[in-house]
């Protein structure tokens, strides 16, 4: 199995990084690694030209609010600073060979997934390539026959879940300028576009809430094996207490759909008349209805629907008795 | 008798040295053998010595035939395998770390289409392109090969057809990897797509253009392989029990999973011999192969068989790769490497079949096994590979341990176009004696009986004949049994843990070597050859071809040669990798290698030793009937004062006999019927074993995380526990593997879907529950110092085991593997439904209340356990069958003693007159040769 060849650049400051950008046509960003490099070797999409974030020191901020794009996940699930429910999601990624390498923000930026997608050169001719990687041959999805509009694989990254459950918010820089948005806006529902990034730009950092502090959370995963694999489905929970009365509640879904699902509205509404055990099955239930993942991971869409139910209810026991 | 070979006492020195250094002219013996990282000999470590021969090593089940080779020096004691220093440091050589000066790199182009006519294939372009050394198609490799001669249907390369996706249809070499792959997709193949088969029972249909075409001997114009009907005993009798379980298993295909790809290099000398190096299980098989395919005679080719990073079955096929290889280095005149990546590697395959399994389990209202009923359909992929005995073993291989009043078993393999299914660790057992388990399960439930008990009141003794006619030799069943239940608290816990908690007994049955050579042998050819060398360094070069494929079995023959010569291990040097230097050794497949490769070592070290010890005599002057092999001394029994050492007796028997060499072979004794298929799953011995397995279910996802699993094995003799604990505990994880997570998924148009390990599951240590490994050693009478084989048999009972335990933890009957959480928890829900319960957490969890039979059969158990015993020491030498418990006569032919039994192997129309029994239908075909084709 050989890398197609590239040109690897390695800018030292964040601004190189985007001036470099603007000159190159025909690139990828890589951080950790560890996403993009098993995609090269299958030949998914690769570029002539790939720029390396590892130099760029601007992106490694890391504290309670402020998450640095290039912090490796090892080192957010082990830091003091950051929120308990980003060190819990964080410490559930991949297998801590994986952790050491990857960075939050290849983590948000994660291409989406796909059975019929994430397979060698040779195995993806014999079903005649399919719409994510044509190969210019403009063929279907073999997900969802007989139509070459949407791709619809699947999006696995744990963060994105804590993140939209604890309302942070994206900031992306490029040539133009910085711009950012809250968390759920950076995703845009098509499995090849995935996300609003324009060409040369780049996510920076992640800010959380001044108040995130005051929120707790939890996250539930789907997944065979306790390391390594891919979530199937994720629900992250964040909450706020105030005088034993939920004052605020919000849930986030990944590893469902071509992007991660925000389901807070639901949650505000749940917590109009919270009654417990109730309130939390009919939320769990909303949040089932509201996912339709289609058939191209390991687990059938049937159950990792019903599932979401289940890791919904486990993710809000701790509200079980208010 | 020499000056200075005789120990002055007293006269070692004033000063001793305790550093262990010899002090020069002061030692206290002689020269001692040279080698061993102590200088020092040793007297006989009587620790290790049984005590038929003078030991103090206790003896519960009687000598044997071994023991007065033993000389208490590595036989019993954990020691580490002999080539573990090359593999943790790294200098361990596999098949892609070899590397050749010039060579050039081989890269096979594959099949895109499930099933094609090739019509034509143009390799002008890539011929042309530079750095192209040679580009070879099925032209080039016309004859046929397959690992078994009675099905050979495989070739180098397509000659008219692609059977699968990855099926190879050419091969180029080239000087670098990027050129070889430019020049593979420069090849144009016209193809003309064909209708495939994926479903294994549309395999038994007639089809317009079955995957192969057998002449003559093919079955109608199906695409079954092979079929296979027996039906022994009573079935009548069967048919009538009171109680009865019957399931209906599905099982998915499996790959082996281990760690190094196949990866070969080939290399045609300037004398015009051809030297493959390749990480192979069977390196013999595929020397026969090479010289079937390259039409050149077996001694112009050397394969060199190199470290096997994990073989499981999955190495043990002569491939089509090895061919190619060879075919191009041969047309470019230059070294070729060929390596796989692991998509090819799942592509290859040959690993467990896809299986559908009707399971049938009976019992009488006396608590015996009134029949078992089994209809096995297993998916062979494209090609036969193994097939034909798998479609044997998975019925055969469950008439033992238990006495049974009944054997119906229909079986049969089809060809789809999938990649090979072959032989994989538990070979053909794995599964249906995971539905044998499950069923006994079952209906020890119906009878209200303890599962425990139901089988500790059924097991057949030791030396007896199963119903089809295997001879059973030594069996630690009953031990394995006990053992499991005392270590894992079985009477407190069965039945009495709370809803998601379970646990789960299983057990175990597999060949210790298969009976016949794969290669029909009229001449009774030996299964293994081994010869020794001594020269004056007193070391002993042990050449064998006994392929080390990670399992020990280059330890476990220099543990052979070193106990009988009571030299230390690193004296002890094994060449096992060339087919130049290596007599024959028929291969690591069917857990053969220790029982075979093992007796052959004792025999060759025992005619070295008798050389050695006739110098000796000579030296001392006492006969060897009084002198006695200690660690590198040969010594007088009564006065271990007098002696002489190894190396000075090597070097007299060396001056009197010129050059110091032995050999010895094993051959496998005459036994087994004569009925069609008899030879199938016969073997000199047999492995037994039982597991309890505890689970933890979560009832509301369907997870199931083994807890922990006491398993007990039965390998006759642990040569060396270190390694058996570690296939146990191996095999507990790769049968973990199959029950809960691997299979190999194909999508709904045909295509493998998972060929990687990250969507393969293999499960990671994170799920590995605690093991406890716990080794039985029922002293086989014909294994080497008693030894049985350790290496597949411990895989099959974590499987039921497992099964089991999900059954106590939460009510339901598994009866489709892996038992993935989607597959459990459609279960679950549709039971809810069932019994009408809303929330899982609500489920009943089955109990158990001893009914009238439970005390019958703990009597009947204990009664048996003293028969066992007195047959184990063979007091009680009578014969005995299975039929006994039946109240047959032992001497007499079954036939004789009771209208209806059975013995039949060719179905009549009323046999095959269940339209549900899916093997049996591939009976509704005629052979050709049968209706009269030309």
Known sequence: MRMPPFTLHTPENLAKALALANELDNFDWVAGGTDLLPNYKWHLNPKPNVISLAKVNELTALSGTVIGAMVRIHDLANSEDAHPLIRETAATIASVMIRRSATVGGNICLDTRCYWYNQTEEWRRSIDWCHKCDCDTEADCRVIPNQNTLCVATYQADLAAAFIALDATIHLASGAGARSMPFAEFFQLDGMTRNVLKPGELVTHVTLPEDAKNWQGAYQKLRLRETWDFPEAGVAAAWKLEGGKITGLRVATTGCESIPGDHSELAETAIVEWSGKDSIRELADGVRKAVKPVSNTYFPPAYRRKMLRVLTRRALAPLEHL | ????????????????????????????????????????????????????????????????????????????????????????????????????????????????????????????????????????????????????????????????????????????????????????????????????????????????????????????????????????????????????????????????????????????????????????????????????????????????????????????????????????????????RINFDREEVYWINRGRHPSRIQMGVFADDEGRIAGIETDALIDGGAFASFGHVTTYYNGVLHTAPYEIGAFNYTGARVWTNKPASGAMRGHGAVNSRCAVEVGIDAVSEQMNVDPMTFRLANLLPPHSRTITGFRVTSTGMRECLAKVREQSG???????????????????????????????????????????????????????????????????????????????????????KESDTAPVDLGSYSSRVTFMNCNAAIKAACELRDKVMKAAWEITGYNPDVLVLGDRRIYYKHDPAVGVS?????????????????????????????????????????????????????????????????????????????????????????????????????????????????????????????????????????????????????????????????????????????????????????????????????????????????????????????????????????????????????????????????????????????????????????????????
């Open chain 2, 1 to 336: 008798m020499a000056k200075g070979y005789r120990q002055a006492p007293g006269k070692s020195g004033d000063k001793k040295r305790t550093d262990g250094k010899r002090v020069a002219g002061q030692q206290d013996f002689g020269v001692p053998g040279s080698g061993g990282s102590n200088p020092h000999s040793n007297l006989q470590d009587l620790d290790y010595v049984p005590e038929s021969v003078g030991g103090w090593k206790k003896q519960p089940r009687g000598p044997h035939v071994h023991d007065r080779h033993i000389t208490g020096m590595t036989i019993g004691k954990s020691v580490p395998l002999v080539d573990s220093n090359w593999k943790v440091t790294g200098q361990a050589e596999y098949g892609d770390d070899i590397r050749l000066q010039g060579e050039l790199i081989g890269k096979i182009l594959r099949s895109p289409h499930h099933y094609a006519k090739i019509r034509s294939i143009d390799v002008s372009a890539a011929e042309a392109m530079e750095g192209v050394f040679a580009v070879a198609t099925g032209q080039d490799s016309v004859n046929k090969f397959g690992v078994l001669p009675v099905t050979k249907d495989e070739h180098a390369m397509a000659q008219d057809k692609v059977r699968h996706v990855g099926d190879l249809v050419a091969c180029v070499c080239a000087i670098d990897e990027a050129t070889a792959i430019e020049a593979m997709n420069a090849i144009i193949v016209d193809y003309e797509v064909l209708p495939s088969i994926h479903d294994m029972e549309d395999g038994l249909k007639d089809s317009e253009h079955p995957i192969h075409d057998r002449g003559k001997y093919h079955i109608g114009e199906s695409n079954v392989q092979k079929r296979v009907f027996q039906q022994f005993g009573d079935l009548d009798g069967m048919k009538s029990a009171p109680f009865v379980h019957e399931s209906d298993w599905e099982t998915a295909g499996l790959h082996h999973g281990f760690t190094e790809p196949h990866a070969v290099v080939a290399h045609w000398d300037p004398a015009g011999r051809l030297t493959v190096w390749t990480p192979q299980q069977v390196p013999h098989y595929l020397h026969r192969g090479l010289s079937a395919v390259l039409d050149i005679p077996m001694h112009q080719i050397n394969v060199h068989r190199t470290f096997v990073g994990g073989g499981f079955g999955g190495k043990s096929d002569p491939f089509p790769h090895e061919m190619c290889a060879a075919i191009l280095a041969r047309k470019s005149g230059r070294p070729v």
């Open chain 2, 490 to 576: 079985w009477d407190e816990k069965f039945r009495n843990l709370p809803l998601g908690k379970g646990i789960g007994v299983g057990c175990g049955f597999f060949i210790s070597g298969s009976g016949l050579p794969i290669h029909w042998d009229p001449e009774n050819f030996p299964h293994a050859t081994v010869h020794l060398q001594c020269d004056m360094d007193g070391g002993v070069t042990v050449h064998t071809g006994a392929a080390d494929i990670g399992q020990g079995s280059d330890t476990a023959v220099a543990q052979a040669v070193s106990e009988v010569l009571a030299l230390p291990l690193d004296m002890i040097r094994i060449r096992s």
């Open chain 2, 646 to 934: 190894w190396l000075e007796a090597v070097h007299k028997a060396q001056a009197d006999v010129g050059s110091l060499i032995a050999s010895g072979a094993y051959r496998t004794p005459p036994m087994g019927g004569v009925h069609k298929g008899a030879a199938a799953g016969l073997a000199p011995a047999y492995s037994f074993s039982a597991y309890v397995a505890e689970v933890d279910v979560d009832v509301e996802t369907g997870f199931v995380k083994i807890t922990k699993a006491w398993a007990a094995h039965d390998c006759g003799k642990a040569l060396n526990p270190l390694a058996v604990k570690g296939q146990i505990i191996g095999s507990c994880h790769m049968g973990m593997g199959q029950v809960l997570s691997e299979e190999m998924k194909y999508g709904r148009d045909g295509h493998l879907m998972n060929p990687d390990l990250l969507d393969y599951k293999i499960m990671s240590v994170h799920e590995m529950p605690d093991v406890v490994p716990i080794i039985v050693e029922s002293n086989d009478p014909e294994g080497p110092f008693g030894a049985k084989e350790a290496g597949e048999g411990p895989l099959l009972p974590i499987l039921p085991a497992v099964c089991n335990a999900i059954y106590d933890a939460i009510g339901i009957r598994i009866n489709e593997l892996p038992v993935t959480p989607d597959r459990l928890h459609k279960r679950i829900e549709k039971h809810c439904r069932k019994i009408k319960v809303d929330d899982p957490l609500d489920l009943p969890v089955p109990r158990f209340e001893p009914g009238p039979l439970q005390q019958v059969l703990v009597e009947r158990a204990e009664a048996h356990a003293k028969r066992d015993h007195l047959r184990d020491i063979q007091e009680d030498r009578s014969s005995y069958v299975n039929g006994v418990l039946f109240g047959f006569d032992p001497d007499k032919p079954m036939a004789e003693q009771k209208e209806g039994w059975r013995e039949a192997v060719v179905p009549t129309p009323q046999d095959l007159a269940d339209p549900s029994k899916r093997a049996a239908r591939a009976w509704g075909h005629v052979e050709r040769r049968h209706r009269g084709d030309e």
